[in-house]
């Protein structure tokens, strides 16, 4: 079956510490792993992975693909409060003609001052 | 270039009644997909829809729900006699046609609408 595994579901840390978000997966047709951040609306794009090995980076954001270990890591430095959020991560994949998105349940990430 | 618009932003409904959710793709996108969020929940998939087809609707209850995308206006989402358990925000996404891995900078994400908070009493 299909699936993405997030975690851990919830985090709590202080400003100024660094976090890692893990998401692993398991799908066949692979296409592409993306990470969002959701407040209190609709999620919004951070990244999308599709090889492996190259990290993509964004401020104090950056993120990894393993497309053997079948995981991605999401690295956060330096969190302020205004990190606080859920992360999402999905997997795109290939059926048929068509693509599908799988979603993970998120990490709950709080920064506290 | 105006986003994903979906409206209303909240809706009531009492118990029985027809919940109708719209959601107006970005210009020049002819996916849409809708998403249902329970409270505490992740986003879970319900269907994926081109312009007067609908491709994939795995994730939606098979009854009671129903969803439309016209040649012409916006997506639909339809959810008839609404029970308590359909209390959830609901969102919508749209891409654009499909892009080949590594086409046009990769920007290939879905982009969501402000999503529809739907109550039900």
């Known amino acids: 079956e299909d699936k993405v595994v997030q975690s851990p579901l919830s985090l709590v840390v202080h400003e100024g510490d660094t976090v890692t978000l893990n998401c692993s997966y398991e799908?066949?047709?692979?296409?592409?792993l993306l990470w969002y951040k959701q407040e209190k609306k609709a999620p919004t794009f951070l990244f999308m992975l599709t090889s492996s090995g190259i990290e993509k980076k964004s401020g104090r954001l950056s993120s990894i693909l393993d497309k053997k270990e079948l995981f991605s890591i999401l690295n956060i430095t330096a969190t302020q409060t205004g990190d606080s959020a859920v992360y999402l991560c999905a997997v795109e994949y290939n059926a048929g003609n068509n693509r599908k998105l799988i979603w993970g349940l998120g990490t709950s990430l709080a920064v506290n001052p | 270039n105006a986003g994903v618009m979906q409206n209303p932003r909240h809706l009531v409904r009492r118990r029985g009644q027809e919940a109708r959710l719209r959601c107006s793709p970005m210009k020049g996108h002819s996916h849409v997909y809708w998403y249902r969020q329970l409270p505490e929940e992740g986003l879970k998939f319900m269907v994926y829809?081109?312009?007067?087809?609908?491709?994939?609707e795995s994730g939606m209850p098979k009854e009671r729900f129903s969803a439309e995308f016209p040649k012409e206006g916006p997506s639909i989402l339809r959810i008839q006699q609404v029970v308590r358990g359909d209390s959830a925000a609901y969102f919508c996404?749209?891409?654009?046609?499909?892009?080949?891995?590594?086409?046009?900078?990769?920007?290939?994400?879905?982009?969501f609408g402000p999503g529809t908070r739907l109550t039900v009493l």
């Open positions: 799908v066949t047709n692979f296409r592409s």
């Open positions: 996404a749209s891409s654009p046609p499909f892009l080949k891995l590594g086409e046009a900078g990769e920007r290939n994400e879905q982009f």
């Open positions: 829809l081109q312009k007067e087809n609908i491709i994939d």
